[in-house]
């Protein structure tokens, strides 16, 4: 396991060794080359940052850099410490061996290309077709993936469709009625017609997730919209095709909250394979119930980790105060924070808010691009190159306390790097605004953005 990590280090070590003087950026700097090298030889990240910091502390608090030879003294903590974390490469207990429980994840940028393969997958299933979603329109999109799911059921496939009670009225008549029709199981999230039976009205189910077979997942922003067919297209999304053991968090996340809404008990074993690719990779339900500031949480030990560049895409962009200092506290340790957001929002009232809240983030020095039509629904964050978390979550207090949602955290530098071109190519076609174009804003318009904030929490 360790060969190659030998054969990379060996010269840059050796050379180390041999320096009479030793500073800090030099340490530095060998850290980040064994780091890297101990990723690329399938270390599992967790050990890889304990043993960083473990050498860091020695080498800094046994004074090397004041020793006769502190290139030596150091190399040898380098190498001391590699053999305490690692122990035997071979043996297959031992922590440091990143687990070979992965996945593979695809992203979906067009709406139809995202679209196209559920509906594929629907009609390959054998077993069963679990769909959750926020909107299901009875239209052009809604449509074709309903006759779908009717000839699934046709197979003898069970299928199980949830759709939030709020979401299934953006088009009329909703298509929970043409899917019962056609023999389709479908029930609606927290849905009534008496608003005396709806207490929790404003705990909307926001996830968008799809399991077939019990092996394969679909999960992102994308809700099902002919908005996304158009030419042009009027909105564009992101979504991801899961394979590997991560498919069980999608899976068990469906399942409980069919017993909720459906009375039903349906399986919840995994049935894929268990080394599905090369990505380290979890589903993280979050909501207002035993999942409750999960998200909140994930954002801020992301934001806190950063030591280089934090990269976020969203369409929303109204965090609370714990996540706007968590960004101004790394910009001010110098990490880079890029924000994409759409140039015209759709819910003009977050629109305004969202420009208060980035308005002293750019000040602070934040970089914030606005993208032009169509409208971007993306929900991406990455950070550092190797970090990339993508779901149904928006950066709102909606988002973070009120709805369910389900989002995807990866450990992988490719699919960083597949993340990353897809930012740049959104940040082409967008424009930087500083803070003098803040400046140049009319008194009004800082008082109405401001006013707008006060709304936060419930937005």
Not at 358 to 382: C, I, Q, Y
Request: with cysteine; aromatic share 6%.
């Amino acid at each position: 396991m360790f060969e190659n990590l030998t054969d990379r280090l060996g010269q840059s070590l050796k050379g180390l060794a041999g320096q009479g003087q030793l500073t800090e950026d030099n340490i530095r700097d060998t850290l980040r080359e064994v780091r890297k090298a101990l990723l690329e030889a399938d270390v599992a990240l967790p050990v890889v940052k304990e043993f960083v910091e473990q050498v860091k502390e020695k080498a800094l608090g046994q004074e090397v850099l004041k020793s006769l030879n502190p290139g030596q003294a150091f190399v040898k903590i380098v190498n001391d410490e590699l053999v305490h974390t690692m122990g035997d490469a071979n043996d297959a207990r031992n922590p440091a061996r990143k687990p070979p429980v992965v996945h593979k994840t695809e992203g979906r940028r067009g709406g139809g290309a995202g679209l196209g393969a559920m509906i594929q997958a629907v009609d390959q299933a054998r077993d069963s077709v679990l769909l959750a979603t926020y909107i299901f329109g009875n239209d052009a999109a809604g449509r074709p993936l309903a006759d779908a799911l009717e000839r699934a059921v046709a197979r003898g496939v069970t299928v199980r469709v949830l759709v939030d009670g709020v979401g299934a009225l953006y088009s009329l008549p909703p298509i929970t009625l043409r899917l019962r029709r056609r023999g389709v199981r479908v029930e609606r999230f927290l849905h009534s017609i008496a608003p005396w039976r709806m207490p929790y009205l404003n705990l909307r189910n926001h996830r968008k997730l799809m399991v077939v077979d019990r092996c394969i997942g679909f999960t992102g922003g994308m809700n099902i919209r002919a908005g996304y067919l158009r030419e042009p297209a009027r909105i564009q999304d992101l979504h991801a095709r899961v394979e590997g053991p991560p498919v069980s968090n999608l899976l068990g996340s469906f399942v409980a909250d069919w017993a909720v809404t459906g009375g039903e008990t349906l399986d919840d074993n995994y049935l894929g394979a268990l080394d599905a690719g090369g990505t380290l990779a979890r589903g993280i339900n979050a909501g207002p119930d035993a999942d409750f500031d999960k998200r909140r949480l994930t954002l801020l030990a992301a934001i806190g980790a950063a030591e280089h560049e934090v990269r976020i895409v969203t369409p929303y962009f109204v965090p609370d105060q714990t996540l706007l200092a968590s960004l101004q506290l790394a910009l001010l340790k110098g990490v880079r924070v890029n924000i994409v957001v759409p140039q015209k929002n759709n819910l003009r009232l977050v629109q305004w808010a969202s420009l208060h809240a980035l308005r002293w983030l750019v000040r602070e020095g934040a970089e914030l691009h606005v993208s032009a039509p169509p409208f971007d629904h993306t929900k991406l964050m990455t950070v550092d190159g190797h970090w990339v978390l993508l779901g149904s979550g928006n950066w709102d207090a909606r988002s973070l306390r009120l709805n369910f949602e389900f989002d995807m955290e990866c450990y992988d530098d490719p699919l960083s790097e597949q993340a990353n071109d897809l930012i740049d190519r959104r940040l082409r076609g967008a424009r930087r605004v500083g803070e003098a174009e803040f400046r140049a804003m009319g008194r009004w318009r800082h008082a109405r953005n401001a006013l707008a904030h006060l709304f936060e929490p419930y937005l």
